[in-house]
């Protein structure tokens, strides 16, 4: 399938080139070879991957908050600015004192009411042992001299960012898992009933944003299935079938907290008030970017310069940190909240598979040794991250046991 997917993504490019892809026929190929790469896995697990300890989340009884007053506005072009010791927070001590104030999280249900759930960690000292070691500053960001020629930088080099076109292929997985967030982000299904998107796109830190007052979930359909022939309608663009959200969960290290700490949380799960039949993406806590197979991420989003498109596109992994994934995935407002994914092997399937490893958040400037260089970011999701989402989904510690 994903060969068919090559050869319709070569047609539709040619057919229908993007007014700002320069470099387009030749580089479409370079990168259609760069992503058949991936379909040649080697069949054992990386050599120097380890197993991850999981940990568990112990709530405690949820507390009765205000009633969110929805008064922010939706900030899609989501940037922050970070310095060398911002980038080594992780593995200070600020990261243990704070842990379990991080990790609480604020429920908002459809009619407007909230909670606040607080956690303990259990196995909090064998936790310990999992965080990641401090690792280097990014060396190979795109440097910016001066400060007055910082500008929102989303797009590195020749676009590219591949649209979906076709109804097999945006039915068919991982494409399928997309779905459109009615604040104008991206989402993707990581259950029957489950979302994940960034957390910047139905809160600002301080309050909720209108849109999440009513906030519902788009699912693309091909519009064949709504009465019309495919024959009938080849350029007509996708339909979207729009699911209202029962309730929202947001972690409490993303509210009221310093943009350069509040990033590492930017996520949110939102429950759909009925279940939906298609395919969903299963959740991996990230493993290095060493243990990928190629070393690359992908991601679907509605890109806000391509109305009404999915936008496919893959990169490598430039750095990590231990909260982020550094890399310089072509991007605009529109595809925070996409799933990120890369190719993890299943130690119990035995094989490589697609799971989603981060949230797509926006970009950041990062300031080290007098130098700045600006990356696309994504959340990185580690053991408590994991075991915080994994609880969200499942309401209990058993599911989230492993992996």
């Given at each position: 399938m994903f060969y068919m997917f090559f050869i319709s993504v070569f047609f539709s490019m040619t057919m229908y080139p993007h007014p700002n892809s320069?470099?387009?026929h030749l580089s479409?190929?370079?990168?259609?070879?760069?992503?058949?790469?991936?379909?040649s896995l080697p069949s054992r697990a990386p050599p120097?991957?380890?197993p991850v300890h999981l940990p568990?989340?112990?709530?405690?009884?949820?507390?009765?908050?205000?009633?969110?007053s929805f008064s922010s506005q939706t900030q899609l072009d989501f940037t922050t600015h970070c310095n060398a010791s911002c980038y080594h927070k992780g593995a200070q001590e600020s990261r243990r004192e704070h842990l379990t104030e991080q990790l609480a999280f604020e429920t908002l249900y459809a009619d407007?009411?909230?909670?606040?759930?607080t956690v303990d960690v259990a196995d909090e000292d064998n936790y310990e042992g999992t965080i990641s070691p401090a690792i280097q500053p990014p060396t190979r960001g795109r440097r910016v001299t001066s400060r007055h020629r910082r500008q929102k930088r989303q797009i590195y080099g020749a676009d590219g960012r591949f649209n979906i076109r076709g109804d097999h292929f945006l039915l068919d997985y991982p494409f399928s898992t997309a779905v459109r967030i009615s604040t104008g982000c991206t989402g993707v299904l990581v259950s029957r009933l489950h979302v994940l998107t960034a957390a910047h796109c139905v809160h600002d830190g301080k309050d909720y944003v209108k849109g999440a007052r009513k906030l519902r979930v788009g699912f693309l359909t091909p519009p064949y299935i709504n009465g019309t022939k495919?024959?009938?309608?080849?350029?007509k663009k996708p339909l979207v079938r729009w699911v209202r959200v029962k309730r929202t969960r947001v972690p409490k290290g993303w509210i009221q907290g310093p943009q350069e700490v509040s990033m590492d949380f930017d996520y949110a799960l939102l429950e759909l008030r009925w279940p939906h039949r298609r395919p969903f993406m299963r959740l991996s806590v990230a493993p290095s970017s060493d243990d990928l197979a190629g070393k690359r991420i992908h991601f679907s989003g509605f890109d806000s310069d391509r109305p009404g498109e999915l936008v496919y596109r893959f990169c490598p992994v430039?750095?990590?940190?231990?909260?982020?994934?550094?890399?310089?995935?072509?991007?605009?407002?529109?595809a925070s909240g996409s799933g990120v994914y890369g190719r993890v092997w299943d130690t119990a399937l035995e094989r490589w598979e697609r799971k989603v490893i981060g949230i797509f958040s926006g970009h950041q400037w990062l300031e080290i040794d007098g130098e700045n260089r600006d990356y696309n970011v994504a959340v990185r999701f580690t053991p408590l991250k994991f075991a915080q989402i994994c609880y969200w989904v499942h309401g209990n510690r058993v599911d989230c046991s492993q992996d």
């Open positions: 320069g470099l387009a479409i190929l370079v990168l259609l070879l760069s992503l058949l790469l991936p379909l120097h991957q380890l568990s989340l112990v709530p405690h009884a949820p507390l009765p908050l205000s009633r969110s407007g009411s909230r909670t606040l759930t495919p024959s009938q309608t080849p350029t430039e750095d990590e940190s231990n909260d982020l994934i550094y890399q310089h995935c072509d991007a605009r407002p529109g």
